[in-house]
């Protein structure tokens, strides 16, 4: 696997891993999308310790003492760089609108906004709509498969697992630093400082983690939960919300 691959994988997996924990009651333990249950703890006890002792202390001194005009610079880079992946699954899932608004943005910001430093697209009311391939396999009907913990990655799924090396292959740096050694060294730093910037501002829930019963079935529940929602951009069909309910009325 590729530093650029790493990259990418790391920064999607602290972001599902930490985005959207909440509470979460003791019998909500067990999940029938998670057969490696076992394997997975072990996995998210190790991740969690790494984040604690590594990745945490970065990220907060990256916060307290980065100003904020630059951390907003940063960020938006990272998210122009999305913007070709985000264009073709648009294009993938049938929103062709959505997928020439991602074009527009990139061409934009990638000009007039210095290498997408400035987000001048969203001052023109061009909004943001991200996707990645895991999600278009979802919308094809392709279903997420078992929930699996990777090592340093974080929460995943077989089905986005998989879509993974599509996402690499959309993003432009993966061109820039291909088969070139000499410019290794710039794709780790930036692999780097992508990670530092989400985590950063994932800050803020850290403390919804840490109340959480369990923070292991918080962590799975909030990100297998938020690929549902962003497969169906919030609109899931009406099968689905019935199962959902009769899942429940049966663990009653």
């Known amino acids: 696997m590729s530093n650029t691959l790493k990259r990418s994988v790391v920064a999607i997996a602290i972001t599902s891993a930490l985005a959207g924990c909440a509470v979460v009651p003791p019998n909500s333990g067990e999940n029938p999308n998670d057969p490696w249950e076992t394997f997975n703890r072990q996995t998210h006890a190790f991740n ?11 990220a907060k001194g990256y916060a307290d003492y980065i ?4 951390q907003e610079g940063v960020s938006n ?6 913007e070709p992946g985000n264009m073709l699954n648009n294009i ?11 074009f527009a943005r990139f061409l934009i910001n990638s000009t007039v906004g210095i290498a997408g430093l400035f987000d001048v697209a969203s001052h023109m009311e061009l909004e943001y709509s991200p996707e990645d391939f895991g999600e278009t396999l979802g919308s094809w009907g392709v279903g997420p498969g078992p929930y699996i913990v990777w090592p340093f990655l974080g929460p995943s799924t077989v089905r986005d697992t998989v879509a993974l090396p599509v996402d690499w292959a959309m993003e432009p ?10 410019r290794y060294p710039y794709a780790i730093g930036l692999g780097v400082l992508r990670v530092i910037d ?17 923070p292991y079935v918080a962590v799975r529940e909030a990100y297998l ?11 899931p069909p009406l099968v689905l919300i019935e199962d959902e309910f009769e899942d429940e009325d049966y663990e009653e």
């Not at 969690?48 to 970065?58: G, S, W």
């Open 77 to 82: 880079f990272f998210s122009n760089l999305g």
């Open 48 to 58: 969690m310790t790494m984040d604690e002792y590594v990745l945490h202390p970065i």
């Open 92 to 102: 993938l899932q049938g929103k062709f609108k959505q997928g020439a608004v991602s």
């Open 67 to 70: 100003p904020t005009p630059v």
């Open 173 to 182: 740096t993966t061109y820039v630093f291909w088969d070139r050694d000499e």
């Open 225 to 235: 939960q938020n690929r549902e929602n962003l497969v169906w951009d919030g609109n």
């Open 198 to 214: 989400t985590r950063a501002k994932l800050l803020a829930t850290d403390a919804m983690l840490q109340t959480a019963l369990d």
